[in-house]
Structures are given as C-alpha cells and as structure tokens.
Nanobody, 118 residues
Framework: QVQLVESGGGLVQPGGSLRLSCAASGVIFNINTMGWYRQAPGKQRELVAA???????NYADSVMGRFTISRDNAKNTVYLQMNSLKREDTAVYYC????????????WGQGTQVTVSS
C-alpha cells in the first residue's frame, strides 16, 4: 500500500523559512507530476507548485519567487522550500503524486500544518 508521508511543517515567523518533504513509502510506477497543494480555513484547496518528471515547474503567482519545488526520483520524494513566508501562507499543505496516463492514479499526503505568525 502506497502512503505519502509529509514532514517539515510547523510555526514560523513572517520572513522565515520552512522546508517540506513528502516521501512515498511504497513503490509507485509511472510517476508523472509531483506537487504541493494547500488549504486555508474556509478556503478552497489550491495548487501551490508542481514539478514534472522532466523537472519543469509551475508555481502559483502568490508564491512565485519565494517557493521552490524539487524532487528526488530515486527516493520518490518531493520537496517544497518556502522562503520569505507571509501570514497568508498559513494553511495545511498536502503533497500529491500523479501517475502517467492512462493509469489516472493520484496519491495524497496526510497534510502538514504551516503557520506563519508573529
């Protein structure tokens, strides 16, 4: 059974940094994109960043220039480096792994809380 285990969340002051990681505990075949989503209270879950199997990245406008997504295919792990954190970054962050078509399989992490507060 595949599980995605997240770590690295916590409480940080504005302007600080956190590094999130998400590792798959089982074997996943045909991994395509890996990404991070977040959901703040009362808000829709939104895509924060994604990275393709070839290393191409995509970021939400709100985090561009501050967050960096990366992956280690050998370790089936995706990372999110978050710098210059703002209060509005506060949310539960979820990692996601998608397999290539036509399998259409997605895996979600359990979520990790990121709180930015002074």
């Amino acid at each position: 059974q595949v599980q995605l285990v997240e770590s690295g969340g916590g409480l940080v002051q504005p302007g600080g940094s956190l590094r999130l990681s998400c590792a798959a505990s089982g074997v996943i075949f045909n991994i395509n994109t890996m990404g991070w989503y977040r959901q703040a209270p009362g808000k829709q879950r939104e895509l924060v960043a994604a990275i393709s199997s070839g290393g191409s990245t995509n970021y939400a406008d709100s985090v561009m220039g501050r967050f960096t997504i990366s992956r280690d295919n050998a370790k089936n792990t995706v990372y999110l480096q978050m710098n210059s954190l703002k209060r509005e970054d506060t949310a539960v962050y979820y990692c996601h792994i998608a397999t290539t078509p036509p399998d259409d399989i997605g895996y979600w992490g359990q979520g990790t809380q990121v709180t930015v507060s002074s």
